[in-house]
């Protein structure tokens, strides 16, 4: 059964630093990974997209890497904003059904 | 466009009690995700469908949940005899064919007393 774990569980940082979050996973036969952000009493928005060929995705401030054989993803932010706070999960997908993690709670402090 | 919408927002209802949770997908995305959140954790997947059909319902956690798409649109979960441990945030998602990417409504938090 695949497992996603996701570390810090929560994270506060000051305005303008750059952070890393990490995830992983128990089983590397995966189709993609995706980083998702979730805002309080709000659905999820897909932040990036990385299918299981590819190294690395970029979004703006985003870079999402993958590192499939050794079932690990980082979610990199720079440059980080208050407005940044928010709930990153990240989910994996074999079939249809994406498996998540509990995500790490992020605040960037003014 | 209008995304993912889910009805009601809040559902507060009494143990053992039969509810009913509504997704709206986007306009002709033919894949419909329900998950469920509880609190502090990831949202775990209940049932997919593709068109009206039910593709994959493993997630379903025992015969008192149920769901369906009639018309391959909007698709209704159903919860009968409902317990305290079902009280979570119910989520949905709609995908277009041949993506990889689902687009999450904004849930429906229903808590059971």
């Known amino acids: 059964k695949q497992e996603v774990t996701q570390i810090p569980a929560a994270l506060s940082v000051p305005e303008g630093e750059n952070l890393v979050l990490n995830c992983s996973f128990t089983d590397s036969a995966i189709y993609n990974l995706q980083w998702f952000r979730q805002d309080p009493g709000k659905g999820l928005t897909s932040l990036l997209l990385?299918?299981?060929?590819?190294r690395e995705q970029t979004s703006g401030r985003l870079n999402a890497s993958l590192d499939k054989s050794s079932g690990r993803s980082t979610l990199y932010i720079a440059a980080s904003q208050p407005g940044d706070s928010a709930t990153y999960l990240c989910a994996v997908t074999r079939s249809e059904k994406l498996v998540f993690g509990k995500g790490t709670k992020l605040t960037v402090n003014p | 466009g209008a995304g993912v919408s889910q009805t009601p927002s809040n559902k507060v209802t009494e143990k053992g009690k039969y509810v009913e949770l509504r997704c709206d997908p986007i306009?002709?995305?033919?894949?419909l995700y329900w998950y469920r959140q509880s609190l502090g954790q990831g949202p775990e997947f209940l049932i997919y469908f593709q068109g009206t059909g039910a593709a994959d319902d493993s997630g379903l956690p025992n015969d008192r949940f149920f769901a369906v798409r009639p018309e391959g649109s909007v698709s209704t979960l159903k919860i009968q005899r409902t317990e305290r441990g079902d009280s979570a945030v119910y989520l949905c998602?709609?995908?277009?064919?041949?993506?990889?990417?689902?687009?999450f409504g904004p849930g429906t938090r229903l808590t059971v007393l």
């Open positions: 306009s002709g995305h033919t894949a």
């Open positions: 998602a709609s995908s277009s064919q041949g993506s990889d990417t689902q687009y």
């Open positions: 990385i299918q299981s060929s590819q």
